[in-house]
């Protein structure tokens, strides 16, 4: 079975630029959860869809970061414009309805603001 | 306050030791506590779960105990490798997932 696949593995960005990150969750897998992992610290919940509609986006920043999962399949996240604060990790896991059932996570976009 | 707490933050040991992960949590009730391993630069990935009437639970080298009394759960290394080397995450379900933020564990030859 093929892993939750994201893209680019590093990115390094000036800030007040744009960036985009890529999600492809493991086939069938109807939720998936878009993670800030700051060093030393663990996963924080961005945003999780339940197919293609938001079940949870209490915590992210909306000023400045979005995401869209059109066709209840990948997922992109974007911050525009990117702070020095936004350098960090950004996990993507799926899961077949819910954190019991299959979660698994992708390998993450590392991304430095300077 | 995060709801979960781990201990120490860092450690170092020599191959071929052994070394327990404390986890400290005021979640309550939950479904299930979670180990996580994060090597550098990937993603974590599962170790053991256990639900709140489970004791321990075992994944080869690494043992999860629980003690849903005193809200506490450790995470047993035996006889660790170099490949040990990582971040331990600490996960507690209830109707969310609240993770800790993590040990993180250098072996040394």
């Known amino acids: 079975e093929a892993g939750v696949a994201q893209s680019p593995r590093y990115k390094i960005i000036e800030k007040r630029q744009s960036v985009a990150f890529w999600c492809n969750p493991i086939?069938?897998?109807?939720?998936l959860y878009w993670y800030q992992q700051i060093l030393g610290q663990g996963p924080k919940l961005l945003i999780q869809f339940q197919n293609n509609g938001v079940v949870d986006d209490s915590q992210l920043p909306k000023d400045r970061f979005s995401a869209e999962r059109l066709k209840g399949v990948d997922s992109t996240l974007k911050i525009q414009p990117a702070k020095l604060e936004d350098s960090a990790v950004y996990l993507c896991a799926s899961s077949l309805r819910g954190p019991n059932y299959g979660y698994t996570f992708g390998s993450g976009t590392r991304l430095t603001v300077v | 306050k995060n709801q979960v707490e781990q201990s120490p933050q860092s450690l170092i040991i020599l191959e071929g030791k052994n070394c327990t992960l404390q986890c400290n949590y005021t979640v309550s009730p939950f479904s299930n506590l979670r180990w996580y391993k994060q090597d550098t630069g990937r993603g974590p990935v599962s170790l053991t779960i256990?639900?709140?009437?489970?004791n321990t639970k075992s994944n080869g080298r690494y043992t999860a105990t629980l003690d849903a009394d005193t809200k506490q759960s450790s995470l047993h290394i035996t006889a660790s490798q170099l490949s040990d080397s990582a971040s331990y995450i600490c996960v507690v379900f209830d109707y969310k997932l609240s993770f800790g933020a993590g040990t993180t564990v250098t072996v040394r030859a």
């Open positions: 256990m639900t709140f009437s489970e």
């Open positions: 086939s069938g897998h109807a939720t």
